[in-house]
C-alpha cells in the first residue's frame, strides 16, 4: 500500500513562492512514475510537473520556468517549488505515484494565490 502525504500549501500573494511535499510511505525509487497535478472546481485534473521512468522530468507549458520539480530520495520525497506565483495556479495541487501498473494520489493541498 502506498501513501503519499501533501503539504506546504497556503494562501500567497500573486508573485510570491511556495513549495509543496510529498512524502512517500516506501522507496521512491520503486515507483516509475511521481508528479503532481492541480485541478480546479469542475474541471479535470492536469499534469503540473513530473518525473518518468527514466528519471527525466516534464512540465505544463503553462509552469515551465517557474515551477520545479525535485526529489530527496534519502527522504522518500518529492518537492514542486513555486515561483511567481498567478492567481490561475489557485487550484488543489495532488501528488501522484505509479507503482506496479497503478498509480496512487495524495489527498491533496489546496494552494491559493490572492491578485
Known amino acids: 500500500q502506498v501513501q503519499l502525504v501533501e503539504s506546504g500549501g497556503g494562501l500567497v500573494q500573486a508573485g510570491g513562492s511556495l513549495r509543496l511535499s510529498c512524502a512517500a510511505s516506501?522507496?521512491?525509487?520503486?515507483?516509475?512514475?511521481m508528479g503532481w497535478y492541480r485541478q480546479a472546481p469542475g474541471k479535470q485534473r492536469e499534469l503540473v510537473a513530473g518525473?518518468?521512468?527514466?528519471?527525466?522530468?516534464n512540465y505544463a507549458d503553462s509552469v515551465k520556468g517557474r515551477f520545479t520539480i525535485s526529489r530527496d530520495n534519502a527522504k522518500n520525497t518529492v518537492y514542486l517549488q513555486m515561483n511567481s506565483l498567478k492567481p490561475e495556479d489557485t487550484r488543489v495541487y495532488y501528488c501522484a505515484a505509479d507503482k506496479d501498473g497503478m498509480r496512487y494520489w495524495g489527498k491533496g493541498t489546496l494552494v491559493t494565490v490572492s491578485s
Open positions: 516506501g522507496s521512491i525509487f520503486s515507483f516509475s512514475a
Open positions: 518525473f518518468t521512468s527514466g528519471g527525466s522530468t
